[in-house]
């Protein structure tokens, strides 16, 4: 697991004349549950993708336990290196994958072996309960098993990090409860440190 540290982030876009983030600083503990709550252009999915390393700050630093990954304005540990799961709003599913090669895209990059995939792929459907839909392409799932294969493929990397965008938005107010539910339980089962952003309150548990 890790800690995040950010130090006096800011990020400008357009030549000065956005700023999305002006002087940010705080402390994620390894292990723990922390939420970005704000409306929307807030700065929060900015702030995220600054700590994905999909962005850089325009000043500041950004520390991954006591490691910098980011300074003023320079990439330092690129995301690959992050050890980092994230799921996005819209869950970014492959329309032309089943759920297991969903889950299991990660891990083909990595080249690993077909047994190593497979094991690590059955290992957390079940934790998240969708072992019965691995054969299923997305258009075949509810919109909650979907979200759950989003999260079994943030997860199945074992990331020491994992990072929410407004994860529960697409869902309806019955699945958007147990949705919540179940990535508290998951999240405190597996210890990896969690960070949500989201514009309700709710969200952020």
Same mark, same amino acid.
């Given at each position: 697991?890790?800690?995040?540290?950010?130090?006096? *982030?800011?990020?400008? /876009?357009?030549?000065?004349?956005?700023?999305?983030?002006?002087?940010?600083? #705080?402390?994620?503990?390894?292990?723990?549950?922390?939420?970005?709550?704000?409306? %929307?252009?807030?700065?929060?999915?900015? +702030?995220?993708?600054?700590?994905?390393?999909?962005?850089?700050?325009?000043?500041?630093?950004?520390?991954?336990d006591?490691?910098?990954?980011?300074?003023?304005?320079?990439?330092?540990?690129?995301p690959?290196?992050?050890?980092?799961?994230?799921? /996005?709003?819209?869950?970014?599913?492959?329309?032309?994958?089943?759920? +297991?090669?969903? *889950?299991? +895209?990660?891990?083909?990059?990595?080249?690993?072996?077909?047994?190593?995939?497979?094991?690590?792929?059955?290992?957390?459907?079940? *934790?998240?309960?969708?072992?019965?839909?691995?054969?299923?392409?997305?258009?075949e799932?509810?919109?909650?098993?979907?979200?759950?294969?989003?999260?079994?493929?943030?997860?199945?990397?074992?990331?020491?990090l994992?990072?929410?965008?407004?994860?529960? %938005?697409?869902?309806?107010?019955?699945?958007?409860? %147990?949705?919540?539910?179940?990535?508290?339980?998951?999240?405190?089962? #597996?210890?990896?440190?969690?960070?949500?952003?989201?514009?309700?309150?709710?969200?952020? /548990?």
């Open positions: 697991m890790v800690r995040i540290v950010a130090r006096s *982030i800011s990020k400008v /876009f357009k030549r000065g004349s956005v700023v999305a983030l002006d002087n940010v600083s #705080l402390v994620v503990e390894s292990g723990s549950r922390f939420g970005v709550l704000g409306p %929307s252009g807030a700065g929060k999915t900015t +702030f995220m993708r600054i700590v994905a390393g999909l962005d850089v700050p325009s000043s500041g630093e950004l520390l991954f006591d490691r910098v990954v980011a300074s003023n304005g320079r990439l330092v540990v690129p690959e290196d992050r050890r980092i799961g994230m799921v /996005f709003q819209t869950w970014a599913l492959y329309p032309n994958l089943t759920a +297991f090669e969903n *889950i299991a +895209f990660p891990l083909t990059n990595m080249r690993l072996s077909r047994g190593e995939i497979r094991r690590r792929v059955e290992e957390v459907a079940e *934790i998240l309960d969708i072992s019965h839909v691995l054969g299923h392409y997305p258009r799932l509810s919109g909650g098993q979907q979200q759950r294969v989003a999260l079994a493929r943030a997860l199945v990397k074992n990331p020491s994992l990072l929410l965008d407004e994860p529960f %938005s697409n869902l309806d107010a019955r699945m958007r409860d %147990s949705a919540r539910a179940l990535v508290k339980d998951v999240q405190g089962r #597996l210890g990896v440190t969690l960070l949500i952003v989201s514009h309700d309150p709710a969200d952020i /548990f």
